[in-house]
């Protein structure tokens, strides 16, 4: 089973699977999800007489996300590096088939992580978007205050 997981994931000499899907993890914790809540806070502090559209209140909102990718970035980063450093790397890099393979092992785990991140920054935006609508359907507002435009929020 060990050998199949190392076959999958292609990670790099020295590094461990696991380290880095848990930096992923701890990171996404904090900046997608625990920052996350300030929309949250934004929608539950307005003031009903002064509704904002959904979209102006994401803005600036979704920027842990971009923290999340330099941790993706780092990974990549530490993964290349891990062949310069590792002693065994040389026999690694002998044996490889493809010189594309050294790549697939330093950015498969990285950017698996970068689109559950995405994902996730989706989903989490997608779930205060329902919990907006829930809270100021009852008020008179237009129809266009509850759409929103994902990627120019996470811009």
């Known amino acids: 089973m060990k050998r199949h997981i190392k076959r999958f994931f292609f990670y790099p000499p020295g590094e461990s699977v696991v380290a880095m899907f848990g930096i992923l993890f701890v990171t996404a914790l904090i900046f997608i999800v625990i920052l996350g809540d300030n929309i949250r806070e934004a929608i539950w502090l307005i003031p009903h007489d002064r509704i904002k ?24 980063v530490r993964n290349y590096r891990s062949f310069a450093a590792q002693s065994r790397s040389n026999y690694v890099m002998k044996r490889t088939k493809s010189g594309f393979e050294i790549h697939r092992m330093c950015l498969t785990v990285p950017v698996i992580g970068l689109i559950a991140g995405l994902l996730l ?3 989490v935006a997608l779930g205060y978007q329902e919990e907006y609508t829930r809270i100021f359907s009852s008020f008179p507002i237009p129809a266009e205050y509850y759409d929103f ?7």
């Open 149 to 155: 435009n994902f990627w120019r929020a996470l811009i």
């Open 53 to 76: 559209p959904f979209s102006d209140i994401l803005n600036g909102r979704l920027a842990g996300f971009w923290v999340y990718a330099a941790a993706c970035l780092a990974i990549v």
């Open 121 to 123: 920054t989706y989903l």
